[in-house]
């Protein structure tokens, strides 16, 4: 066939996925209306002011008992809010104060995984930012590709790798909300993150400081990508994290995230991973995890 016989294929099918790509994500009107509405529900039943926002990941929901919960609010409740589909993650809202300070708590998040979009897995924090959080501090479960980690330990992130294939900023950007190309030069707030060494160490608590790559999951990792993923720079790996934060700095939220290391990822020494084992690391750890998220949010209190 001729060149200018040649049908032109990929040009059709790229301008077609592009205009299917344009009309999925609402214009910036319709998501600032969304996050209005989800806020507006949200106002009426608390009229908190929450300074800090907190989401907590797999098997990581104790803090919540230190939370002087005023209101708890079912995500389902919450309009366009993505509802969590894992059996091990609750998904509510709670409103009250930690050490004082008054907070928004995700309990449960969504994933990638789940089938929702990077725009419908970062709804929260937009929701969160209209509400008025400064501070944005996330929580997750890994695995630890670092030989020097091990299951149980816990990670302050000092920088991400994206590898999820996906941004959630993708699309008409919202001038509003922030700028279409959001500076990534440092994600991770470093006075938070002084905050979080210095409560750790009060605590006696072990605190790595690393880079977190996240991926699209489910499916766990092959021996050949974990060693991929050491070999380009990473300590550790999970399923989420990424999105939120990518959104909560477009909106200039300070962050700060702790991964909690649930099974370790050494390409010569890889066992088959279960959710119960990861459950069951998470809870070893959660201790360390609430008395740094606590720590922190005490001195936000003091800033
Ligand atoms: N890979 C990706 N995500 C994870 C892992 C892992 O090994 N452990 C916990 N979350």
Known sequence: MSASARPCLDREISSKKLNQMETNIPDPQTQIAQVEAAVEVIRKITQLRPRAGLILGTGLGQLTEEIKVTHRIPYESIPHFPVSTVKSHRGEFLFGTLKGVQVACMKGRVH??????????????????????????????????????????????????????????????VDEWGPRFPDMSEPYDPNLRQYAMQVAQAHSIQLHEGVYVSVLGPSLETRAEYKFLRTIGADVVGMSTTPEVTVARHMNLRVMAVSVITDECFPESLQPLTLEHVIAAAGLAEPKLSAIMAGVVEKLGHE
């Open 112 to 173: 990638l995984y789940e089938g929702y979009s990077a725009r419908q897995v970062t709804f929260p924090v937009r929701v969160m930012a209209n509400l008025g959080i400064d501070s944005l501090l996330v929580s997750n479960a890994c695995g630890c590709m670092n030989p020097d980690y091990q299951r149980g330990d816990v990670m302050l992130l000092s920088d991400h790798i994206n590898l999820q294939g996906v941004n959630p900023l993708v699309g008409p950007n």
